[in-house]
């Protein structure tokens, strides 16, 4: 059985930061592309930050330079560092694991960010 599980979320003050980790099992971790997603309240739900197993990382331009993505293979854990956190930045995040052969897809439960002061 397939389990992504998101953490790590909480209530944090513009300009803060915070770490989500997403724990994977029932998966072969190295061979999945992991992604965040977040969804705000009347929104679509929209990519964040991705990583592929290669290493090579992508992210939606509100959160460049800001956000970094990593992945801990012998953990199977696959992280999203924000930092200097907006208002707009609160949502409910979504980690997607995606198999890099057959493409099989699973989401964990998310996981709440609130940026308010």
């Known amino acids: 059985q397939v389990q992504l599980v998101e953490s790590g979320g909480g209530l944090v003050q513009p300009g803060g930061s915070l770490r989500l980790s997403c724990a994977a099992s029932?998966?072969?971790?190295?061979?999945?592309?992991m992604y965040w997603y977040r969804q705000a309240p009347g929104k679509q739900r929209e990519l964040v930050a991705g990583?592929?197993?290669?290493?090579?990382?992508n992210f939606v331009d509100s959160v460049k330079g800001r956000f970094s993505i990593s992945r801990d293979n012998a953990k199977n854990t696959v992280y999203l560092q924000m930092n200097s956190l907006k208002p707009e930045d609160t949502a409910v995040y979504y980690c997607?694991?995606?198999?890099?052969?057959?493409?099989?897809?699973?989401w964990g439960q998310g996981t709440q960010v609130t940026v308010s002061s």
């Open positions: 029932g998966i072969i971790f190295s061979f999945n592309d």
């Open positions: 990583i592929i197993s290669g290493g090579t990382t």
């Open positions: 997607k694991a995606i198999g890099s052969l057959l493409r099989n897809e699973y």
